[in-house]
Every structure is written in structure tokens, then in C-alpha cells.
């Protein structure tokens, strides 16, 4: 807000929102609604100053009452800038342990740090029946096994 410049009145804004409610028609009906006096109501500039006609283009619409085409807004200011990369090959065994066991012990579920390819890919578990249905002596379960 610039100096020397009067802020919107709440009068101002609900003959704003009267005129836009109204289907932009008549600026006097909208300030009369608002609770003006009928002599404010034949100067309508008198209310709708550059203030309140800026609060109309903040809404969408221009002077005229037409609705803007939507604009893209670039958000890339906003955004939170990129976290710098982690070098795990400097830390120590004794710090790579302590981590690991502060982050299996955030969720109570351990973590699994192993390589996959490392793992014992002979071991099958059989916690469902494969075939059958459970009224059939065919299926297969633990009990089985």
C-alpha cells in the first residue's frame, strides 16, 4: 500500500461483493445495497477506487466485470531448495551402526540394509494353501510340511 492511500472500507468491500453477486448490472444498486447514501450512489468512483478495483482484479475479473482466462503461476521460487547429497563412504563403522539401529528403532520394523543379491534364495515359505480350497485334503499349509 502506497503512502497517502486509504484501505479498503468494509463498505467498499460488500458493494464490491453486492456488484460481482449482482452480474456487474448496476454499480448504484450494488453501493446502495452496501449502505450508502443515494448521493454517493450517482458517484460510484467515489467507491470503486483504484484500491477496490485492484481487490476486483485480485478476485479475477477486470474493470469491466469479465473474468480473466486462468494464469500459471511458476512456483519454482517457492519450492524448498535441493537437500545436498549424503557421503556415507566417510563415515565410520561405529557411526554406520548407530544409524542403522536409531532407524530400526523409529518404527519398531527393522531395516534391511543387505545386498538382495546376497540373500538365501532357497529358503520358501509356505504360509497359504498353493491349491485347493480349504474343504479339500489337497491344499497345502504348514501343517503339512
Known amino acids: 500500500m502506497t503512502k497517502g492511500v486509504k484501505p479498503i472500507s468494509y463498505r467498499q468491500i460488500k458493494a464490491l461483493?453486492?456488484?460481482?453477486?449482482?452480474?456487474?448490472?448496476?454499480?448504484?444498486r450494488a453501493i446502495r445495497g452496501a449502505g450508502y447514501g443515494k448521493t454517493i450512489a450517482r458517484k460510484p468512483h467515489k467507491v470503486f477506487t483504484p484500491m477496490v478495483l485492484?481487490?476486483?482484479?485480485?478476485?479475477?475479473?477486470?474493470?469491466?466485470?469479465?473474468?480473466?482466462?486462468?494464469?500459471?503461476?511458476?512456483?519454482t521460487e517457492y519450492l524448498p531448495p535441493e537437500p545436498s547429497p549424503i557421503d556415507f563412504t566417510k563415515m565410520g563403522r561405529e557411526w554406520m551402526q548407530e544409524l542403522k539401529e536409531r532407524l530400526e528403532a523409529v518404527d519398531g520394523m527393522p531395516l534391511r540394509f543387505s545386498n538382495p543379491r546376497e540373500q538365501d534364495t532357497d529358503k520358501v515359505i509356505y504360509s497359504t494353501p498353493v491349491t485347493g480350497n480349504r474343504h479339500s485334503g489337497d491344499n497345502l499349509s504348514l501343517s503339512s510340511f
Request: hydrophobic share 35%; aromatic share 12%; charged share 40%.
Open 54 to 75: 485492484e481487490e476486483l482484479e485480485k478476485r479475477g475479473y477486470d474493470v469491466r466485470g469479465n473474468r480473466f482466462p486462468p494464469r500459471a503461476v511458476d512456483l
Open 17 to 28: 461483493e453486492l456488484w460481482i453477486a449482482d452480474g456487474f448490472k448496476s454499480k448504484a
